[in-house]
């Protein structure tokens, strides 16, 4: 059916699928000068590709798989095209704004740009979960960390680099302990890798916190224990005061959960004190 379009309509369809199954009005206009009663999204709609969505100023594709499959044919330099051109409309109208930060820097990695991408995924990551809304935060730091991937490594950006994606996986582990698993662990596992890599007290000290936390959450008793007790050592040896507070109570519950009642009592009453 996108075959038979006209070309006017065919490009409307592919700039349509490139923005997203939802489709801002004021975005496609701005991106191609049609409105929502222009002939050839009017035409669009009678042919059961975009309609009205239920929010007004919005259209939305008749069915997912319609939106994918006029999105893979595009080529990819035309899909990058106008991942970039969304991207610079996005930010133009105020990409600072809280809601606009998941869509940027899903067409930022589209377009091939990292660090605007990474910049955009965190941000969004943050709203999430101080919103506690723990899946969408999850979502948003795992791209993060993926963007960072593509950044250069030299010797000061590489550093920087290993220590923003350490500080972002423990915000991860903060969005995952109510519903963890194993993929979560080995980002926490890389992240502990690169905090000893970087000889950092407080970054050991806090990436074996969450280890220890979201292996607890994974039932994985023994080696989350041993994580706690490293973050332990390694906080009075740094000094961290209040992860110091928080890790009797961690502790205590790991020995509670391996049966250990003897120990787990008094260390849950210090965190208690």
Same mark, same amino acid.
């Given at each position: ?12 369809? =592919? ?26 999204? !009017? ?9 009205? *969505? ?12 319609? =939106? *994918? ?10 899909? %990058? ?21 998941? %869509? ?11 660090? /605007? ?22 979502? %948003? ?5 993926? /963007?960072?991937?593509? +950044?250069? $490594? ?7 680099? !290993?220590? =923003? ?8 582990? &903060? ?7 194993? *993929? ?9 890798? +690169?905090?000893?890599?970087? #000889?950092?007290?407080? +970054? ?23 994580? @706690?007790?490293?973050?332990? $050592?390694? /906080? ?9 507070? %928080? +890790?009797?109570?961690?502790? #205590? ?13 008094? &260390?849950?009453?210090? /965190?208690? @004190?």
């Amino acid at each position: 059916r996108v075959g038979r379009l006209p070309p006017e309509q065919a490009r409307l369809v =592919r700039l349509a699928a490139v923005i997203g199954n939802v489709i801002p009005v004021w975005l496609l206009e701005a991106l191609s000068g049609c409105g929502e009663q222009h002939p050839a999204v !009017r035409a669009l709609a009678a042919q059961d590709f975009i309609f009205p *969505d239920q929010r007004p100023g919005h259209l939305r594709f008749k069915h997912g798989i319609t =939106r *994918d499959v006029v999105y893979e044919a595009a080529g990819l330099h035309e899909r %990058q095209a106008l991942h970039r051109r969304i991207s610079a409309e996005l930010g133009a109208r105020g990409g600072a704004e809280s809601q606009l930060h998941e %869509q940027l820097a899903y067409h930022d990695a589209a377009a091939n740009d990292w660090p /605007a991408a990474a910049r955009h995924a965190e941000a969004a990551g943050d709203l999430a979960l101080a919103a506690s809304a723990l899946d969408r935060a999850k979502k %948003q730091f795992r791209a993060a960390l993926a /963007a960072l991937e593509f +950044l250069p $490594d030299g010797d000061d950006q590489g550093r920087e680099r !290993r220590r =923003r994606w350490v500080s972002i996986a423990q915000r991860l582990g &903060m969005a995952c302990v109510f519903d963890a698993s194993q *993929d979560d662990l080995r980002v926490l596992r890389h992240a502990a890798a +690169l905090a000893q890599a970087e #000889g950092d007290l407080g +970054l050991i000290a806090r990436t074996e916190y969450w280890l220890a936390y979201v292996g607890y959450a994974l039932g994985e008793t023994r080696d989350s224990l041993a994580h @706690a007790r490293a973050a332990v $050592d390694t /906080a009075q040896r740094c000094g961290d005061n209040a992860l110091l507070a %928080q +890790l009797p109570g961690t502790v #205590g519950q790991l020995q509670a959960a391996a049966a250990d009642y003897a120990n787990a009592l008094p &260390m849950l009453d210090l /965190a208690i @004190a």
